[in-house]
């Protein structure tokens, strides 16, 4: 029994080791999970500033809401993120139990207080997808929607550049 068990475990020790993360990704972008909201950071950006760009999330309330959003998945800051591009995400919570889920990327993503946890995306085609905490956290947990809006690398530079000196001109 032993034999056979080594026989198993060795090859799978490896394939695990090397598939832990083979591409370099573009951008690193961090989760952090709070009741309730979101709070996004990209840290990759230090050609365009010294300090990493942070900015929460929160969903828009139906009575600031415009035509064309949807009820109680719009929020007020997007993640933008560049299409045809290796993104890795770091995900943990502030407070309690969450869970980041956008089902048409098909991620669902667990943060935990005091842990990390990390998966990568690669979006091919432009788009706004939808997704909300999926992780019962308290009162509010159904008002925890997330937004991933994908653009290409163009748009998503511009967006950057704008965000950037928008965030440090206030």
Not at 17 to 23: C, G, K, L, P, T
Not at 78 to 88: A, E, F, K, M, Y
Request: glycine letters at 4%; aromatic letters at 12%; a negative charge.
């Amino acid at each position: 029994p032993a034999l056979i068990l080594l026989t198993v475990a060795v090859p799978s020790f490896a394939l695990l080791y090397s598939m832990d993360e083979v591409i370099d990704p573009i951008i690193t972008l961090k989760v952090i999970g709070s009741q309730w909201y979101w709070s996004y950071e990209y840290s990759d950006n230090l050609e365009f500033s010294d300090e990493p760009l942070i900015f929460d999330s929160y969903m828009v309330q139906e009575n600031d809401l415009e035509i064309g959003q949807f009820r109680l998945l719009e929020v007020d800051n997007r993640v933008v993120v560049p299409t045809n591009s290796h993104i890795r995400v770091l995900i943990t919570a502030s407070d309690v139990l969450h869970s980041w889920a956008i089902p048409s990327l098909g991620i669902k993503l667990d943060a935990c207080p005091g842990r990390l946890n990390q998966t990568s995306m690669f979006i091919k085609r432009e788009g706004v997808f939808y997704g909300q905490c999926s992780e019962i956290c308290g009162v509010n947990h159904g008002f925890m929607p997330i937004v991933i809006e994908a653009v290409s690398l163009e748009d998503y530079l511009t967006w950057l550049k704008n965000k950037i000196n928008f965030d440090f001109n206030v």
